[in-house]
T-cell receptor, first 111, second 111 residues
Framework: SQQGEEDPQALSIQEGENATMNCSYKTSINNLQWYRQNSGRGLVHLIL?????REKHSGRLRVTLDTSKKSSSLLITASRAADTASYFC???????????FGKGTMLLVSP | DGGITQSPKYLFRKEGQNVTLSCEQN?????MYWYRQDPGQGLRLIYYSQIVNDFQKGDIAEGYSVSREKKESFPLTVTSAQKNPTAFYLCASEGGSETQYFGPGTRLLVL
């Protein structure tokens, strides 16, 4: 079953602009994670935010979590062409690390 | 060079044939996972194993089988019972950090 749903499905921006992706989920969670996937490759972990955290930063990434609305957002600041990829949110409702992934947001950053 | 490897990169299956996808990790992780990814979709969990000699079904286990005889290895067999096997298969491992490390994937095509 699909727990997380990302929005928008696709996003096209210019280099230097910020990119914001949103994720909504259905059940209570232990943590929420964001992953990145370049075309035809495996996923790479970006950032994990726990249910008792509201905001987290890692380099140009900023993640927020609103458990009352069951939603999260990923902000990539000053985007680069190399940020072009699909971005997935994943939730861990059980605490046993069986992640449930959304369908992803495809980000295209044009030079 | 630590990491998680999958082979082959591409695999062709004939009707009625069983095929096995390899997944090996040298990260000393206890947990390993198999996911299926269809075009434009998120990842769906096939099987997972949290310890050697033990594994559990995920959301879409029908038509697949696994074994976990060694900590480093978690092969996935796509049986003839899986009527729509064409997909991108991703293996991942997790070692207590709650984040998963992914292999590069195997693309399975039906002849």
């Amino acid at each position: 079953s699909q727990q997380g749903e990302e929005d928008p499905q696709a996003l096209s921006i210019q280099e230097g602009e910020n990119a914001t992706m949103n994720c909504s989920y259905k059940t209570s969670i232990n943590n929420l994670q964001w992953y990145r996937q370049n075309s035809g490759r495996g996923l790479v972990h970006l950032i994990l935010i726990r249910s008792n955290e509201r905001e987290k930063h890692s380099g140009r990434l900023r993640v927020t979590l609103d458990t009352s609305k069951k939603s999260s957002s990923l902000l990539i600041t000053a985007s680069r062409a190399a940020d072009t990829a699909s971005y997935f949110c994943a939730t861990d409702p059980s605490g046993y690390s069986t992640l449930t992934f959304g369908k992803g947001t495809m980000l295209l950053v044009s030079p | 060079d630590g990491g998680i490897t999958q082979s082959p990169k591409y695999l062709f299956r004939k009707e009625g044939q069983n095929v096995t996808l390899s997944c090996e990790q040298n990260l000393n992780h206890d947990a390993m996972y198999w996911y299926r990814q269809d075009p434009g979709q998120g990842l769906r969990l096939i099987y997972y194993s949290q310890i050697v000699n033990d594994f559990q079904k995920g959301d879409i286990a029908e038509g697949y089988s696994v074994s976990r005889e060694k900590k480093e290895s978690f092969p996935l067999t796509v049986t003839s019972a899986q009527k729509n096997p064409t997909a991108f298969y991703l293996c991942a491992s997790e070692g207590g950090s709650e984040t998963q490390y992914f292999g590069p994937g195997t693309r399975l095509l039906v002849l």
